[in-house]
Every structure is written in structure tokens, then in C-alpha cells.
């Protein structure tokens, strides 16, 4: 996941490419992240992985339907040099072709790919139900547009500083003056229904934050995201200062120290049929 698309659809990304928002998105996996897609996949199926970021989810995906073609795309440098990285890693550098491209116009003809996959991507796409009708567009006729995006007004959290309340409050301001929708999982399903993908299976997942290990990096990532991601563009918006970005990233990292700490984050997800 990376969640940038390009600067057709997303002209300010809210996570942005710090090094804190790279490494949080290289931990996912196709198994945590696109859990009802992997049953649907098999060796010889064309795959199109769009918003790809760091391509550990991609690489995943990529062993499922290989020898079947697999792209990785992403609007951002950033994300494709990380991708670059990560496949070269895995060993799968020239299995994968990485495109740089905005998820509105895909550079791909009609009925290209038999799934199409986009992972916390359409939160920040300035025209979701756009990039929807692209995503199907590239889909062949039985195939498979896949979609999961997080709702930030779902998410729940104990102990419950109040400069967490306010991180919600001041994220999901920033995301959406950006022209994102930061409760976008909710909306999946109206979005593909619009779009013409009117097949589309409506389900909803779960990431929960609760073991020593997962507080630690959740709370620590949170509080240098709040820094240096989305904070100073709330900071320029007037939507906060930086006195209350300080106090944010304090009130992560003593939910990171509390025993009892737990935090959920509820994701809305599409199995759409071409």
C-alpha cells in the first residue's frame, strides 16, 4: 500500500514518503492485508496490484499467480524505489514490471487482467468511483476488482488520552481537505455499485494493536507520523499547530506504554466480479 496515485488523483498525499510511512507500509502482507482475495487466486492468472507503495503485498500476490503476468503501480518515486527494493529482495525483480502511473487513467487497454487488486488506496483518490470504473475497465469479463480501505471513525482505542480524539479529529480534517475520504471503507460498496460493479461482495476486517510488541510499533509510528507526515500539512492548513502535533505524538507513545493498551482498526472491503 502505498496510497499515492499520481498528480492527476491525488495532489497531496496525506501519509506522505517519510520514512516512518515507508516502513509502516512495508510490514503488510498479502495474508493481513487481502485475506478473502488470496483463496480466489491461482498460478496463470494476470495481475494488477494498483498503489503498490513498498510491493511486499504485491510480492505476495505475485507467488499465488505466477507464471501469470503481475504489474505493480504507483505514482510516487518514493514508493517505486522502495518496490524496486523489495522485489529485488524476493527474488522477483524480473517477474513484476513496475509501471508509474495515476490510477484514474490506467495505461493499460481494456480487459488486460483477470484481478485488480488496491489495498488503503481509494481513501486518497480525488475520484474513487473514477479509478473504480478504470479498475474495472483493465479487468477481463469474470474477473476481479479487489478493494480494502480503512474507516477512521470506526477505530477504537483504550486508555483514551483526549490528544488521541484530537489526532482523529485533525487527521481525518487534513486527509479530507487533500480531497481524500478517510472513512472510505464504509463506502466501498456504493463506490463499485456506482461505478458499474454491481457484483460486488461487501465484507469487514479487523488490525488490532493489543500485545507489547504491536503497541510499541503501532503508538511509535503513529507519534513520528504525527511529526513529520501528515502533521505539518495539518500545521499548514491551520487545522492545528505545532504545540498540539507535540502533544498528539506524547499521547501515542504513553498509549504504546500502557498495559492494558489496545487499539483496533476496522477496514471496509469489495470482492467485485467484472
Not at 488523483?9 to 478473502?36: E, I, K, N
Not at 499465488?64 to 510516487?76: K, S, Y
Not at 522502495?82 to 480487459?111: M, S, W
Amino acid at each position: 500500500m502505498s496510497d499515492d496515485l499520481g498528480p492527476a488523483s491525488l495532489p497531496h498525499y496525506t501519509h506522505g514518503h517519510a520514512a516512518a510511512v515507508l516502513a509502516a507500509h512495508a510490514r503488510r502482507t498479502a495474508a493481513d492485508c487481502a485475506p478473502r482475495l488470496l483463496p480466489v487466486l491461482r498460478p496463470g492468472l494476470d495481475l494488477l496490484d494498483v498503489g503498490c507503495g513498498p510491493a511486499t503485498i504485491t510480492a505476495d500476490l505475485a507467488e499465488a499467480v505466477l507464471p501469470g503476468r503481475v504489474v505493480a503501480l504507483d505514482g510516487a518515486p518514493a514508493a517505486l524505489d522502495a518496490a524496486r527494493a523489495t522485489l529485488r529482495e524476493r527474488g522477483l525483480d524480473d517477474r513484476v514490471e513496475l509501471v508509474g502511473a495515476d490510477a484514474q487513467a490506467l495505461p493499460f487497454a481494456d480487459g488486460s487482467f483477470d484481478v485488480v487488486h488496491a489495498h488503503q488506496v481509494l481513501q486518497h483518490v480525488a475520484d474513487p468511483v473514477g479509478a473504480l470504473r478504470e479498475m474495472r475497465r483493465v479487468t477481463r469479463p469474470g474477473g476481479v476488482v479487489a478493494a480494502r480501505d480503512a474507516v477512521y471513525s470506526a477505530m477504537a482505542w483504550f486508555p483514551r488520552p483526549p490528544a488521541l480524539e484530537d489526532w482523529r479529529r485533525v487527521y481525518t480534517a487534513t486527509a479530507r481537505a487533500n480531497g481524500g475520504e478517510p472513512d472510505a471503507g464504509a463506502r466501498l460498496l456504493s463506490w463499485c455499485r456506482t461505478a458499474g460493479l454491481t457484483e460486488a461482495a461487501p465484507s469487514a476486517s479487523t488490525w488490532c494493536y493489543a500485545t507489547p510488541e504491536l503497541r510499541s510499533w503501532w503508538g511509535g509510528t503513529w507519534a513520528e507520523r504525527v511529526l513529520t507526515s501528515f502533521g505539518p500539512q495539518a500545521v499548514d492548513a491551520g487545522l492545528a499547530t505545532s504545540a498540539d502535533l507535540t502533544q498528539m505524538a506524547r499521547a501515542w507513545r504513553r498509549w504504546a506504554e500502557a498495559d492494558d493498551g489496545w487499539f483496533v482498526v476496522v477496514h471496509g472491503e469489495v470482492l467485485a466480479r467484472r
